[in-house]
């Protein structure tokens, strides 16, 4: 079978599935975000986050997530995530625990920690 050209195959537990390729913008690369994360200071720790105040930072321009009991502001992330924003912000102001393991779940979120 033949796929379009803006398509790609992924496994999913297992399964073949399609999905969208999103272009990456000029500047926008994993390349990219690796370099910013190395001039960027590491961020403090914080006070556990409640649920109240987790869905409080569900917007494009306020975005924090849950993976595996870890807090995640992934507002600066957002336009360099290579699928898309649009799949990044399904877990915005929510437990994206399990949408991340069934992409990435060879590693834990703190692989991508800033």
């Not at 926008?28 to 986050?49: A, I, Q, Y």
């Not at 975005?63 to 502001?73: K, P, S």
Request: hydrophobic share 30%.
């Amino acid at each position: 079978m033949e796929l379009e050209s803006d398509e790609s195959k992924i496994m999913i537990k297992g399964e073949v599935s399609k999905r969208k390729k999103v272009p990456i913008q000029p500047g926008f690369g994993p390349l990219d975000w690796m370099r910013l994360c190395e001039r960027s200071p590491k961020p403090k720790p914080r006070p556990p986050v409640t649920l109240e105040e987790l869905k409080a930072h569900g917007t494009p321009e306020d975005a924090w997530t849950v993976i595996h009991g870890h807090v995640f502001n992934i507002t600066p992330y957002l336009r360099y995530h290579p699928g898309g924003q649009a799949e990044l912000l399904r877990v915005a102001g929510k437990d994206g625990s399990e949408l991340f393991s069934n992409y990435l779940g060879f590693c834990s979120g703190l692989t991508f920690a800033r």
